[in-house]
């Protein structure tokens, strides 16, 4: 521990310090408070023990947290001395690469004029001024970390860290520095020793080009305009790509071969991207040829539409009320014969835009994209349009039948209603608000709002049919129930006081208070309260009191 500087120690010496008091402390110790547990009363002995055994434990935990520190501290001076090696390699690496460019720089510069020179210079003298830095920064970190073997107190993992991160990101700059010079180099290296061939690929694709463009305009009768720039800025590139492989630069001594194997290379991707965009173009021009027939189709269709849309428009107005299709009546003036002439002016000038004298495929492309959702839109807007009419004029001439037939309904059931519906309240309502509505199926009617009107009768008959007969079938219930009712209370008048034989208060058999068999207070067979036959109380049959 004595390779570190003393402000790491501090904390594990007073923890150390802390343990020892509490081992050794006079009366107060451990060592103290052991020894007395050797005399005096079990009590105090007990007292002592357990005293002297805490603190033993607390001793021991500062011991391990001591122990636990100085570990740390060890592994973190091992950190640091690994990343000094780290960067140590990381220098010795670079210094490497950069002793490689230099000597791959003497071999093969004089193959190249001198700009390849003067820029392979710059990134040596680049790299080498990285690398001065670098070792600079070694002794700044070195002055923390001694050798392990030290004992002066002067190691500071911490401060080396601090110089050392610093110091491995730059090495990390100058290590991608390195690998792209040495990939320039390569790189120059190949495009110098396959100029030739890319020069003769260059000028085979120019051809090729040419050739291409000529057999597809004599075949279509475009002019490929864009495709032909191209096409010939390709060509120049294989110009220039052969001029620079065979010809010396004005002070120069050798072929610029990287600078002819470039040109090529555009050349070769020039070439290709022309025949690319003259199929582009024909590709568009079909297109637009295909879109432009059906933009005629659909002039067609919306002219048949059209006139279709404005004999609607016509019934519409002389039979039906204009709150019913109003807020369409602006898709009847869309869909008119003006946007039929409009769309065909719009076809006309698609015509020309891709014709043969024009040749503006783009420009077609956009007019007759924008003329066919425009006109899809209108003739969608007039389909419905026409939908809508027609539905209104089939509700105009179902009107009368769906009013003749939801009266009838309404009569039907009024009879029955009138006479039971207060024995089904809910049904007796039912009808009345049929009648409700068909008072608001004639006022719609007298609007010429045909539509509304056939649904409110129509809604009429769904609420009135059948009321009736739930009203009738309610009033049975209720006699029924009735009945029933007065069968009960017979059954229990009959019954008060009799044991056997049908008497009450005293009499002989059959009889009440005395009188004859078969009579209830008085005479008469068959009679309650007096004469006649099938009598309660009087005379008439079938009679209650």
């Known amino acids: 521990m ?13 923890f150390a310090a802390r343990a020892r008091r509490m081992l050794d402390t006079p009366e107060k110790g451990a060592v103290a408070l052991h020894a007395k547990g050797t005399s005096g009363s079990w009590r105090s002995r007990l007292s002592a023990y357990r005293k002297a055994a805490s603190l033993a434990d607390e001793s021991l935990q500062l011991a391990a947290e001591v122990q636990a520190h100085l570990q740390a501290l060890l592994a973190r001076r091992e950190q640091a001395f690994q990343a000094a090696q780290t960067f140590s390699a990381a220098v010795d690496s670079s210094s490497s690469a950069l002793r490689r460019i230099d000597e791959r720089a003497k071999a093969e510069m004089s193959l190249y004029p001198s700009r390849y020179g003067t820029e392979i210079a710059k990134r040596s003298h680049d790299g080498a001024a990285q690398l001065e830095v670098l070792v600079g920064i070694r002794p700044r970190y070195e002055k923390f ?26 090495s990390e700059v100058l290590r991608q520095h390195c690998l792209d010079a040495l990939n320039w180099l390569d790189i120059t290296r190949m495009h110098y020793d396959k100029a030739p061939e890319m020069v003769e690929r260059g000028e085979f694709a120019s051809q090729q080009a040419d050739s291409g463009l000529s057999e597809r305009k004599r075949r ?11 096409s010939a800025e390709g060509r120049s590139r294989a110009k220039l790509a052969r001029g620079v492989l065979t010809n010396v630069a004005r002070g120069e001594k ?24 003259a199929d582009a173009e024909i590709a568009l021009a079909k297109s637009v040829l295909d879109q432009r027939r059906n933009l005629a189709q659909q002039i067609d269709a919306q002219a048949q539409l059209a006139a279709r849309v404005q004999d609607r428009y016509r019934v ?3 039979y039906h009320g204009a709150a019913a299709w109003s807020e369409y ?8 014969a003006r946007r039929v002439t409009e769309h065909i002016t719009g076809l006309d000038r698609v015509t020309k835009l891709a014709s043969l004298e024009v040749q503006e495929f783009a420009k077609a492309d956009e007019l007759v994209r924008a003329e066919l959702d425009a006109i899809s839109s209108e003739i969608s807007r007039g389909r419905d349009f026409v939908q809508l009419a027609d539905r209104l004029e089939e509700a105009r001439r179902q009107y009368s039948g769906a009013i003749q037939r939801a009266q009838s309904v309404i009569n039907a059931e009024s009879g029955d209603v009138a006479s039971y519906g207060q024995y089904s309240p809910s049904d007796a309502e039912s009808f009345h608000d049929a009648e409700q509505l068909l008072r608001r199926a004639r006022n719609k009617g007298s609007e010429r709002l045909f539509l509304e009107a056939v649904a409110l009768a129509n809604q009429a008959v769904s609420e009135a049919d059948g009321t009736g007969d739930n009203c009738r079938e309610a009033h049975r219930r209720h006699q029924e129930e009735e009945e029933a009712a007065r069968r009960r209370a017979a059954s229990s008048s009959s019954s008060w006081g009799s044991d056997d034989g049908g008497s009450s208060f005293g009499s002989s058999s059959g009889s009440d208070f005395g009188s004859s068999s078969g009579s209830d207070w008085g005479g008469g067979s068959d009679s309650d309260w007096g004469g006649g036959s099938d009598s309660d109380a009087g005379g008439g049959s079938d009679s209650d009191w």
């Open 2 to 14: 004595d390779w570190f500087k003393q402000s790491y120690l501090n904390r594990p010496h007073q």
């Open 145 to 170: 970390l001694p050798s392990r073997e030290e004992t002066a107190h002067a190691g500071d993992p911490d401060q080396a860290f601090g110089v050392l991160n610093l110091a491995l990101a730059r």
């Open 220 to 230: 279509t009768g475009y002019w490929l305009k864009s495709a032909t720039a191209i």
């Open 254 to 277: 050798l072929p610029d071969r990287p600078e002819a194997y470039l040109r090529a290379e555009e050349s070769v991707a020039l070439s290709g991207k022309a025949l690319q965009n």
């Open 316 to 318: 519409l107005q002389l």
């Open 329 to 336: 009546s602006s898709i009847a003036a869309r869909a008119g």
